[in-house]
């Protein structure tokens, strides 16, 4: 029988180096992406967003066309929106620092425009 002998590095563990763990480190980060990808996206009631009724994009638009006159050739940026009644919107707009607000129904008739 033979004895074998075998070295231990100070500390008693087996020396490892920065090399030896770069693959391990790679392996859990791919991990950790795959996780974060396979993550379900919230029901629509849960969403923020659907929690208040807004204005639809193509009346937003008309009451920012509505409000170019009284801006004086600044950019017109509607911020917010929100459904008044069943027919009706109000559309908050951002007209170069100056706030309007603009009243539109449902089938894209603008009923007033008003500085806010």
């Known amino acids: 029988m033979q004895a074998v002998a075998t070295t231990r590095s100070e500390g008693g563990n087996l020396p ?12 859990v980060l ?16 849960e969403m923020a967003r659907t929690s208040l009724q807004t204005a639809p994009a193509d009346l937003q638009l008309l009451c920012a066309n509505a409000v170019v006159a009284q801006a004086g050739g600044a950019k017109v940026l509607p911020t917010s929106s929100r459904q008044i009644d069943a027919t009706s919107y109000s559309v908050d707009l951002d ?5 309007f ?6 089938s894209g008739s603008v009923k007033s425009v008003q500085p806010a």
């Open 16 to 27: 490892t180096s920065k090399a030896g763990r770069r693959p391990i480190q790679a392996c």
């Open 101 to 106: 607000t603009c009243i539109v129904d449902g």
């Open 95 to 99: 007209a170069g620092g100056r706030r």
């Open 30 to 45: 791919a991990a950790a992406s795959l996780l974060a990808a396979c993550q379900s996206n919230p029901e629509p009631q």
